[in-house]
């Protein structure tokens, strides 16, 4: 079946340790996305990226990392300079960036304890 | 920054009735999308409509767009409570210069079809 995987589904942090989310697309798209959700609020994106080897920035990016080495992976590092890390993440991924719809994984459940 | 806003927060009707959420987005878009949530899930894309499209259907869903109004709207006929769940508008909104493009989200509309 193709589709987009996020592991781990819960994740638990201790303050100041860095931690990284997978996310896999075996779909063969080119874009990849991170979006952080908080409880009764819309998607923020994080980091995109339109192609291997090439990630932009989006609205609320400092304190995390990301890494595109491979076009079926893009890992989320969320970083101890991250202040409020606690939130629900969601990966997606789409053919085109913006002109297709995106696929999205089932979210990881990230928090500091 | 968030590019969509829709409205209403929420919204809860009874189940067999029409529901209508609005979106209204600031700059100029190639594309509209709107996707729902389940609580705790992935988000599923539901509708595309192009800027150069006005009206667009699938199945019970209706989408309409004014580019004039910068604004949308999802209609979903004959709710079920199985539509209970939270819809979200996407458009792609330019971040930053260089020529690179991303898909933002509104806050959603959290619908409530009571049985």
């Known amino acids: 079946d193709g589709g987009i995987t996020q592991s781990p589904k819960y994740l638990f942090r201790k303050e100041g340790q860095n931690v990284t989310l997978s996310c896999e697309q075996n779909?063969?798209?080119?874009?990849m996305y991170w979006y952080r959700q908080d409880p009764g609020q819309g998607l923020r994106l994080i980091y995109y990226?339109?192609?291997?080897?090439?990630?932009q920035k989006g609205d609320i990016a400092e304190g995390y990392s990301v890494s595109r080495e491979k076009k079926e992976s893009f890992p989320l590092t969320v970083t101890s300079a991250q202040k409020n890390p606690t939130a629900f993440y969601l990966c997606?991924?789409?053919?085109?960036?913006?002109?297709?719809?995106?696929?999205f994984g089932q979210g990881t459940r990230l928090t500091v304890v | 920054s968030q590019q969509g806003e829709e409205d209403p927060q929420a919204l809860s009707i009874q189940e067999g009735e029409n529901a209508t959420m609005n979106c209204s987005y600031k700059t100029s878009i190639n594309n509209l999308q709107w996707y729902r949530q389940n609580s705790g899930r992935g988000l599923v894309h539901l509708i595309l409509?192009?800027?150069?499209?006005r009206e667009k259907h699938s199945g019970r869903l209706r989408v309409t767009l004014d580019t004039s109004k910068k604004s949308s709207s999802l209609l979903i006929t004959a709710s079920r409570a199985a539509d209970t769940a939270s819809y979200f508008c996407a458009t792609d909104a330019f971040i930053g210069g260089g020529g690179a493009d991303g898909l933002t989200f509104g806050k959603g509309t959290h619908l409530i079809i009571q049985p």
């Open positions: 990226s339109q192609i291997v080897n090439d990630f």
């Open positions: 997606a991924s789409s053919i085109v960036q913006g002109v297709t719809e995106a696929f």
């Open positions: 779909l063969n798209h080119d874009a």
């Open positions: 409509i192009r800027s150069n499209e």
